[in-house]
């Protein structure tokens, strides 16, 4: 049973380019988290998603981040026009049962750059 | 908002003594409580977590405690061993107002040979 599945593990961009990061859970879940981690620093909590429904976005900012998880596919996390402000680990999490009352299974991230 | 306070950031302590690492939280409904570790590079993986029905748990060398009324929770870890060191996370989830789950800042754990 394959685990949480990120892609790209790492990806550069330049300033006012788009980032598009993918995460597929694990078999069966349909519950998936995404989370940000700066260096140094703990994960803070972005966005909370069930297939085809944004559950709790209170974490994500406002402007240029935009969450999915589609029927079909992988959930997707979309910046656009990133800064440097924005490199980070991105990672998402997958679970079985909602609420965030269950184990989450994490990706191994996306290490994003900005230049 | 939502908070929860972990310390110390950091704890150095010899192979074979107890670890102790303390989170406080803010949400009174906040119901489930887990545990992550993470190594070097890699991501988080759950060690251990706790309902707040329950107040302590056990798993090998690992246990956790928590007290609801003063809203903390602590992990134990004894007997520590070199390849215990990594970071530790603590988090708190609460299922009013959204469904997010708050993580500490986390402490880096160096147990010494």
């Known amino acids: 049973n394959a685990g949480v599945m990120q892609n790209p593990r790492h990806l550069v961009r330049r300033r006012g380019q788009e980032a598009r990061l993918r995460c597929s859970p694990m078999?069966?879940?349909?519950?998936v988290y995404w989370y940000r981690q700066l260096p140094e620093e703990g994960l803070k909590f972005m966005v909370y998603?069930?297939?085809?429904?944004?559950?709790?976005e209170s974490g994500m900012p406002k402007e240029r981040f935009s969450a999915e998880f589609p029927k079909e596919g992988p959930s997707i996390l979309r910046i656009q026009q990133v800064v440097r402000g924005d490199s980070a680990a991105y990672f998402c999490?997958?679970?079985?049962?909602?609420?965030?009352?269950?184990?989450?299974?994490f990706g191994p991230g996306t290490r994003l750059t900005v230049l | 908002g939502e908070n929860v306070e972990q310390h110390p950031s950091t704890l150095s302590v010899q192979e074979g003594d107890s670890a102790v690492i303390k989170c406080t939280y803010s949400?009174?409904?906040?119901?489930?409580f887990p545990w992550y570790k993470q190594e070097l590079g890699k991501r988080p993986q759950l060690i251990i977590d706790?309902?707040?029905?329950?107040g302590e748990k056990k798993d090998q060398r690992i246990a956790v405690t928590l007290n609801k009324t003063a809203k903390h929770f602590s992990l134990h870890i004894t007997e520590t061993q070199p390849e215990d060191s990594a970071v530790y996370f603590c988090?708190?989830?609460?299922?009013?107002?959204?469904?997010?789950?708050?993580f500490g800042a986390g402490t880096r754990l160096f147990v010494k040979a």
């Open positions: 988090a708190a989830t609460s299922n009013t107002g959204g469904f997010k789950t708050i």
């Open positions: 998603l069930q297939k085809e429904n944004i559950i709790d």
């Open positions: 078999k069966g879940h349909s519950h």
């Open positions: 999490a997958s679970s079985d049962k909602g609420a965030g009352e269950f184990e989450q299974f």
């Open positions: 949400d009174s409904a906040s119901n489930y």
């Open positions: 706790i309902r707040s029905n329950v």
